[in-house]
């Protein structure tokens, strides 16, 4: 039985995990910083670096409880995109144990894993059409099949997870402010009217939206009159998910896709995958476990079995890239 040991290290999360051939999950540790960061407001890049060196070998050793080097086939690491500091950390000690241990090393792109993840719960079919939401990022992926992979939206500024943790921030929720609103917009109602953002193509922008926030919460302040934050998070998620609805809506008219998912911090949103639910009938949907929406090793892991069937390994020398392309 083939298995991965899978690390972490992209952000604010350390994370291990151990992945057999049959995408079961033999063991899986996260840790995050997030108590720390939210002090600051946000993940604080050089903060983050730190904690992971840290955190990583209790880590690893967690992550390999029950288990020895020897049933390991492989180990993989997170590459790129995310915080290069962070990711050096990853890499150091995957390159450290697959040097030591004598085993192949593979460099996994974050959204490879955030996409392929989702085959913990279903079969994946092609063409395939993967809304990426995280807190780095906002993209519409288009994949031909588990090799290829052509973007077809991103934002023109701020990703998604972004303007929900500094919409958050405005209303004076703490960091990561995602889970938070989504929860207070449950209480909310259509009170608010906030701007849809107007872009071309298949393209997101969201600092808009976000500046509107800001706007219509000092208007209020200079008028005295107190700002209803469940109104104001209601008003924000529904133009936020509506423009990310209506942008994969328009990819699906103009492409042949058999199958759309959504990928990434974002997509634990239970807004979000109510009006994916809703709307994407006519193609298969999945939605990934809420578990390994956020930063995880899982993940990692799985999207380490597509290289390893492919050959795909790294060097030793290999350099880790905080904006390493998907589609390159
Ligand atoms: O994928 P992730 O853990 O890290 C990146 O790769 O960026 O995503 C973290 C982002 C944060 O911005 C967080 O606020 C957001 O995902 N997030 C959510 C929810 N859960 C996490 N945003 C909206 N609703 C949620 N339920
Ligand atoms: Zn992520």
Same mark, same amino acid.
């Given at each position: 039985?083939?298995?991965?040991?899978?690390?972490?290290?992209?952000?604010?999360?350390?994370?291990?995990?151990?992945?057999?051939?049959?995408?079961?999950?033999?063991?899986?540790?996260?840790?995050?910083?997030?108590?720390?960061?939210?002090?600051?407001?946000?993940?604080?890049?050089?903060?983050?670096?730190?904690?992971?060196?840290?955190?990583?070998?209790?880590?690893?050793?967690?992550?390999?409880?029950?288990?020895?080097?020897?049933?390991?086939?492989?180990?993989?690491?997170?590459?790129?995109?995310?915080?290069?500091?962070?990711?050096?950390?990853?890499?150091?000690?995957?390159?450290?144990?697959?040097?030591?241990?004598?085993?192949?090393?593979?460099?996994?792109?974050?959204?490879?894993? %955030?996409?392929?993840?989702?085959? +913990?719960?279903?079969?994946?079919? &092609? @063409?395939?059409?993967?809304?990426?939401?995280? =807190? !780095?990022?906002?993209?519409?992926?288009?994949?031909?099949?588990?090799?290829?992979?052509?973007?077809?939206?991103?934002?023109?500024?701020?990703?998604?997870?972004?303007?929900?943790?500094?919409?958050?921030?405005?209303?004076?929720?703490?960091?990561?402010?995602?889970?938070?609103?989504?929860?207070?917009?449950?209480?909310?109602?259509?009170?608010?009217?906030?701007?849809?953002?107007?872009?071309?193509?298949?393209?997101?922008?969201?600092?808009?939206?976000?500046?509107?926030?800001?706007?219509?919460?000092?208007?209020?302040?200079?008028?005295?009159?107190?700002?209803?934050?469940?109104?104001?998070?209601?008003?924000?998620?529904?133009?936020?998910?509506? %423009?990310?609805?209506?942008?994969? +809506?328009?990819?699906?008219?103009? &492409? @042949?896709?058999?199958?759309?998912?959504?990928? =990434? !911090?974002?997509?634990?949103?239970?807004?979000?995958?109510?009006?994916?639910?809703?709307?994407?009938?006519?193609?298969?949907?999945?939605?990934?476990?809420?578990?390994?929406?956020?930063?995880?090793?899982?993940?990692?892991?799985?999207?380490?079995?597509?290289?390893?069937?492919?050959?795909?390994?790294?060097?030793?020398?290999?350099?880790?890239?905080?904006?390493?392309?998907?589609?390159?």
């Amino acid at each position: 039985m083939k298995k991965i040991l899978a690390i972490e290290t992209s952000c604010d999360e350390t994370a291990c995990a151990i992945i057999n051939e049959d995408l079961a999950i033999e063991t899986s540790v996260v840790t995050s910083q997030i108590d720390v960061h939210a002090r600051f407001g946000g993940v604080i890049p050089e903060v983050a670096s730190r904690m992971h060196v840290e955190q990583i070998s209790t880590i690893i050793k967690e992550g390999l409880k029950g288990h020895s080097m020897d049933e390991i086939t492989a180990v993989a690491y997170t590459i790129g995109p995310g915080l290069i500091g962070s990711l050096h950390i990853g890499a150091a000690a995957a390159k450290s144990l697959a040097f030591f241990f004598n085993k192949p090393l593979i460099g996994v792109h974050h959204l490879k894993g %955030h996409i392929f993840v989702n085959e +913990l719960v279903d079969n994946l079919e &092609y @063409p395939l059409l993967a809304l990426v939401v995280s =807190g !780095g990022h906002t993209e519409l992926v288009y994949l031909k099949d588990d090799q290829s992979f052509k973007i077809l939206g991103t934002t023109l500024d701020d990703a998604i997870g972004e303007a929900y943790d500094k919409v958050a921030r405005i209303i004076g929720l703490e960091y990561p402010g995602g889970p938070k609103i989504d929860k207070l917009a449950k209480e909310g109602k259509a009170h608010y009217s906030l701007p849809t953002p107007k872009v071309e193509g298949y393209d997101f922008s969201f600092s808009g939206l976000k500046n509107a926030c800001l706007q219509l919460t000092n208007r209020l302040n200079r008028q005295n009159e107190a700002v209803v934050d469940a109104d104001l998070a209601y008003a924000f998620q529904e133009v936020a998910l509506h %423009h990310l609805l209506d942008k994969t +809506l328009k990819v699906l008219k103009d &492409y @042949p896709v058999r199958h759309v998912l959504i990928a =990434g !911090g974002v997509a634990a949103n239970s807004r979000l995958r109510e009006l994916m639910s809703e709307h994407i009938t006519e193609q298969k949907l999945t939605l990934p476990p809420l578990k390994y929406c956020t930063d995880n090793a899982v993940m990692i892991g799985v999207a380490a079995f597509k290289e390893l069937k492919s050959g795909n390994f790294v060097a030793f020398d290999a350099a880790s890239s905080s904006s390493l392309a998907i589609d390159k």
